[in-house]
């Protein structure tokens, strides 16, 4: 076997970004990915890094902690990063991507690269020698769940996610809608889809009473805060939808010359726009019922939907007790561990441990010293949050500036203060990539 080679197991975003560090450093990589073989109840094609429950990579400026983070991706030179500038549509102060245009991106680039060979298979165990990434996600095939189950000694954890569903741009009734991006930011990317209080009451009346789909462990497994069934969240209370999709801040009805009562805003979703996403919109209601009770949404009288939401059951291992800050498995050093299955939350996230993963597998496996990134920098936080030792169980986290370390002298201002984090963090991670890596900043 070649020195450098790597094995990846897992084409999502982890994976691919993964197998793509190790290659552009000179690594030898194969790459499994079980799909279209084996496919999962949340994955449609066979295309790798399939974006799942959404087209959007979250804030776009270094204000926020997941801007940050994909800026420290893009100087990296993430793959990932890439594909999203290269399929990028319209979504205000936000980054969204065409969806399969964004996949097909990212599997011709590794599939075309001649350091990696894809091979359509599904892994039950993990190697038993050379190096390798688990990037398998939370979806993880029950054959090799059980394997790494047993291996880790250490009981899996797992929490509910969930995907809006997707309705055809000619069938929103745009004469109940308008054009806007909240508070004016960017262009006006998203379809505004306003209701006033009697028609928001009648909409939340059917939503709490509406069926849903019976999932196993559904009483005893948490949903993902982040991802929360809108039905879940409407069982808080009334008003909690209208703090949260429904919140109608920012935005004015060019009808009426108002804030509406709510607003539920839809995103585009692919680069004809032919297709526009539920923001927030999260559900397991079944699908009879989500055409229901959605329609009673003026905008979305007479919606065809071109995909229903549905819900699943993430898996992830509890990485505080299994892995180093590297990565690595604590008991077998050569297996690196990225994505979703850490306990990450989020496409951006999950490609940035894949990211990192890649590059130390690449080190380890020329006998090099695997690198810790600084804890000030979005990577750094991120990792030192799923690894550290706590006795608190780990739940899945997207990165926020609350996981930096504290500034010396923090501006007052919240958003000065955020981008004082930033620029402390890219500092850092030019200083440290300069002296470990010159190749990936400074070269």
Partial sequence: MNSKSVTVIGGGLAGAEAAWQLARQGAA???YEMRPKLSTGAHHTALLAELVCSNSLRAADLGNAVGLLKEELRQLDSLIMRAAAATEVPAGGATAVDRTEFAQFVTRAVESHPLITVCRQEITELPKSGTVIVASGPLTSSALAEHLRQALEAPYLAFFDAAAPIVLADSIDMSQAF?????????AAYINCPLNEEEYDRFYQALIAAERQQLSDIDTTACFEGC?????????????PLFGPLKPVGLTDPRTGKRPFAVLQLRQDNRGAT???LVGFQTRLTWREQKRVFSLIPALRHAEYVRFGVMHRNTFIDSRSVLWPTLQWRKDARVFFAGQVTGVEGYVESAATGLVAGINAYRFAQ?????????????GALINYITEHSPSP????????????PLASPPRERRLRNLAYAERAMRELTEFFCKHSPNCLCG
Avoid: C, W
């Fill in 367 to 379: 006998g090099m010293e695997p690198l810790v990134l600084p804890v000030v920098t979005a990577h």
């Fill in 179 to 187: 054009m806007a991006s909240r508070y004016g930011k960017g262009e």
């Fill in 394 to 405: 780990l739940q899945p986290m997207n990165v926020t500036f609350g996981l930096f370390p």
């Fill in 275 to 277: 297709m526009y996403n």
């Fill in 29 to 31: 990589v194969t790459l």
């Fill in 228 to 240: 929360m069934p809108i039905e879940s969240m409407a069982d808080r209370g009334r008003d909690t």
